[in-house]
């Protein structure tokens, strides 16, 4: 346990401290709603427009935070051969992935208040009610979507090219999922698509708790896809996940 | 007491035979330094022993740990400079330190260790201000935060200018008397005959010698004398050089000139080595 906190107070420490993680990171999904809400005007399900995008931006954050920022972060730290050299010494393992993961629930969940202080400002939206089904979807799809992050992790294997690949996998993700606004006038094809992804039901399952008022477990549907794809990912992560560099 | 007791270690890739059966024991306090032409097996060898690789067979003991199943008790007790590895660009030489110290039990204080590294001017500097040598020395520095009886260094001085080599070689003696094993691969011949009290050749996965720099090149038969007539190079090798100087020296005399340039060098370790890798090859 001290192990544990030792390493997540300085996990915070190096990710406040770069600019990349700081700005890519943290504020991306809180600029991207600045901008979505001056562009979107009218209702969206019944509300002002903001307020679906609010959630739309808790989702691409998910994506954007736990998922894509976790597994740059991982990249990073493996091809430069720090996870490596963490792995010579007597830190376990598991403390120190369970201190990263931490550390990126963090990060999201600041990220999260952050919006919803944002969105109040800017455009007036309302606080968030049903608090314990709004703690428990965050924590579950935050610790789904790192879990896939972790597993991707196991597919990119240089630095320069993580981000690329990221990015193809999370803008498209949160457009088909329907971060951007609702996805019924797409294409069949692409609603297809979507319908497959995890974000969707993330998504769902925030609009239905700050939205439309329900609770976390009204839709099983949500929770169990969720938890199905964090299982995936974790279970694809402990087969290829590497400490050592990919190169060199 | 042996700090580390390899046997009959054996390790491949794929079809490739990287370790071919080697042996050999470095004692308590030693610094051994394994040698070898790129690909010749050091870097599998020393990741074996610092518990990174699985070996396929053999036996292999470090500070009485298994390696291959030794967990943080055995990392305790070792420090690791790797090959090449980064640090946090954003913090700085102090906060390295302090993070990596969290992960003992009994770490050193880590303004010693910031002063037996040479970095206290740069302690609160941030890691990406470090020149090259900079970095290599706070490599260094996390290595030792553990205060290790082991120390693992994966040529620790590749790339630096002659004056940080000859510092990182001061730091290296003060760390042997303070009695720590080291373990040192280089591409450095004079590093090795600087600092090594045993020294090992390999070469395609085998040792082909072992001994302390002085039996390698002590065993070595014959002496060099070069000098320069009328701006022509000569080289003269010989078992005897006494006789061989009495002869040019009486006979320059004689003619009232001078042997310029005049040199008598004993063969180096870099010069038993090439020889030896050389011969290997044939």
Same mark, same amino acid.
């Given at each position: 346990m001290?192990?544990?906190?030792?390493?997540l107070?300085?996990?915070?420490?190096?990710?406040?401290? @770069?600019?990349e993680?700081a700005?890519?990171?943290?504020?991306? $999904?809180l600029?991207?709603?600045t901008l979505?809400?001056?562009?979107?005007?009218?209702?969206?399900?019944g509300?002002p427009?903001?307020?679906?995008?609010l959630?739309?931006?808790l989702?691409?954050?998910?994506?954007?935070?736990?998922?894509?920022?976790l597994? +740059?972060?991982?990249?990073?730290?493996r091809? %430069?051969?720090?996870?490596k050299?963490?792995?010579g010494? $007597?830190?376990?393992?598991?403390?120190?992935l369970?201190?990263?993961?931490?550390s990126?629930m963090? #990060?999201?969940?600041?990220? %999260?208040?952050?919006?919803?202080?944002?969105?109040?400002?800017?455009?007036s939206?309302?606080?968030?009610g049903?608090?314990? &089904?709004?703690?428990?979807a965050?924590?579950l799809?935050g610790?789904?979507?790192?879990?896939?992050?972790?597993?991707?992790t196991?597919f990119?294997?240089?630095l320069e090219? &993580?981000?690329?690949?990221?990015n193809?996998?999370?803008l498209?993700?949160?457009f088909?999922?329907?971060?951007?606004g609702?996805?019924?006038?797409?294409?069949?094809a692409?609603?297809a698509?979507?319908d497959?992804?995890?974000?969707?039901?993330?998504?769902?399952a925030?609009?239905?708790?700050y939205?439309h008022?329900?609770?976390?477990?009204?839709?099983?549907?949500?929770?169990a896809?969720?938890?199905a794809?964090g /299982?995936?990912?974790? /279970?694809?992560a402990?087969r290829k996940f =590497?400490?050592?560099?990919?190169?060199? | 007491?042996?700090?580390?007791?390899?046997?009959?270690?054996?390790k491949?890739?794929g079809g490739h035979e990287?370790l071919?059966?080697i @042996?050999?024991?470095?004692?308590?306090?030693?610094?051994f330094s394994?040698?070898?032409?790129?690909?010749?097996?050091?870097?599998?060898t020393?990741?074996?022993?610092?518990?990174y690789?699985?070996?396929? =067979?053999?036996?292999?003991?470090?500070l009485?740990?298994d390696?291959?199943?030794?967990?943080s008790p055995?990392?305790e007790?070792?420090g690791?400079v +790797?090959?090449?590895?980064?640090?946090?660009?954003?913090l700085?030489?102090?906060?390295t330190h302090?993070?990596?110290?969290?992960?003992? @039990?009994?770490p050193r204080d880590?303004d010693?260790?910031?002063?037996?590294v040479?970095?206290?001017?740069?302690?609160?500097?941030r890691?990406?201000? +470090? @020149?090259?040598?900079?970095?290599r020395?706070?490599?260094?520095?996390?290595?030792?935060?553990?205060?290790?009886?082991?120390?693992?260094?994966?040529?620790?001085t %590749?790339?630096f200018d002659?004056a940080?080599r000859?510092a990182?070689?001061?730091?290296?003696?003060s760390?042997?008397?303070?009695?720590?094993?080291?373990?040192?691969t280089?591409?450095?011949?004079?590093?090795?005959?600087q +600092?090594a009290?045993?020294?090992?050749?390999?070469?395609e996965?085998?040792?082909?010698r072992?001994?302390?720099? /002085?039996e390698?090149?002590?065993g070595a038969?014959?002496?060099e004398?070069?000098? =320069?007539?009328?701006?022509?190079?000569v080289?003269i090798?010989?078992? !005897?050089p006494? =006789?061989?100087?009495? !002869?040019?020296?009486?006979?320059a005399l004689?003619?009232g000139? !001078?042997l310029?340039?005049?040199?008598v060098r004993?063969?180096?370790l870099?010069?038993v080595?090439?020889?030896? #890798?050389?011969?290997a090859?044939?």
């Amino acid at each position: 346990m001290r192990l544990f906190r030792h390493q997540l107070r300085w996990e915070q420490t190096v990710f406040w401290r @770069s600019r990349e993680s700081a700005v890519f990171v943290f504020l991306f $999904p809180l600029l991207l709603f600045t901008l979505l809400t001056a562009v979107y005007t009218g209702h969206i399900y019944g509300h002002p427009a903001s307020w679906a995008l609010l959630a739309g931006m808790l989702a691409y954050g998910v994506a954007n935070t736990a998922f894509a920022g976790l597994a +740059l972060i991982i990249v990073a730290r493996r091809e %430069t051969g720090i996870l490596k050299r963490i792995r010579g010494t $007597p830190l376990p393992p598991a403390t120190y992935l369970a201190a990263v993961l931490t550390s990126i629930m963090i #990060v999201f969940a600041l990220q %999260t208040a952050a919006l919803f202080v944002l969105g109040r400002l800017l455009k007036s939206t309302p606080w968030p009610g049903h608090l314990v &089904s709004l703690v428990l979807a965050l924590a579950l799809g935050g610790a789904a979507f790192a879990g896939l992050g972790l597993a991707l992790t196991g597919f990119i294997r240089s630095l320069e090219g &993580s981000s690329a690949v990221v990015n193809v996998l999370v803008l498209p993700m949160a457009f088909l999922s329907g971060s951007f606004g609702p996805t019924r006038h797409y294409p069949q094809a692409l609603r297809a698509v979507g319908d497959v992804l995890p974000l969707k039901y993330f998504l769902d399952a925030i609009n239905g708790i700050y939205l439309h008022g329900q609770e976390l477990w009204d839709k099983p549907m949500n929770v169990a896809v969720l938890a199905a794809w964090g /299982a995936l990912g974790i /279970a694809v992560a402990i087969r290829k996940f =590497r400490w050592e560099p990919r190169e060199g | 007491m042996s700090a580390i007791s390899v046997r009959e270690l054996r390790k491949s890739y794929g079809g490739h035979e990287a370790l071919r059966g080697i @042996s050999f024991e470095i004692a308590e306090g030693e610094v051994f330094s394994l040698l070898g032409p790129n690909g010749a097996g050091k870097t599998t060898t020393i990741e074996i022993l610092e518990g990174y690789r699985m070996r396929d =067979r053999g036996e292999v003991e470090v500070l009485g740990f298994d390696p291959g199943r030794a967990g943080s008790p055995f990392r305790e007790r070792i420090g690791i400079v +790797l090959q090449q590895s980064q640090l946090w660009p954003t913090l700085t030489v102090a906060e390295t330190h302090k993070l990596f110290a969290g992960y003992y @039990s009994r770490p050193r204080d880590i303004d010693e260790v910031i002063a037996l590294v040479g970095l206290s001017e740069k302690r609160d500097a941030r890691v990406k201000t +470090l @020149s090259g040598g900079q970095k290599r020395r706070l490599d260094l520095g996390v290595a030792l935060v553990g205060d290790p009886d082991l120390v693992f260094l994966d040529e620790p001085t %590749t790339g630096f200018d002659p004056a940080a080599r000859r510092a990182a070689w001061e730091m290296i003696r003060s760390l042997r008397s303070l009695g720590k094993t080291i373990l040192l691969t280089t591409h450095y011949l004079d590093e090795a005959e600087q +600092l090594a009290d045993r020294v090992a050749v390999l070469r395609e996965g085998v040792i082909i010698r072992e001994g302390t720099p /002085a039996e390698f090149t002590g065993g070595a038969s014959e002496t060099e004398v070069r000098y =320069r007539r009328n701006g022509q190079e000569v080289v003269i090798r010989t078992t !005897e050089p006494t =006789r061989v100087l009495q !002869e040019l020296t009486t006979q320059a005399l004689a003619e009232g000139g !001078e042997l310029e340039g005049l040199q008598v060098r004993r063969p180096t370790l870099e010069d038993v080595y090439l020889a030896l #890798v050389a011969e290997a090859a044939e």
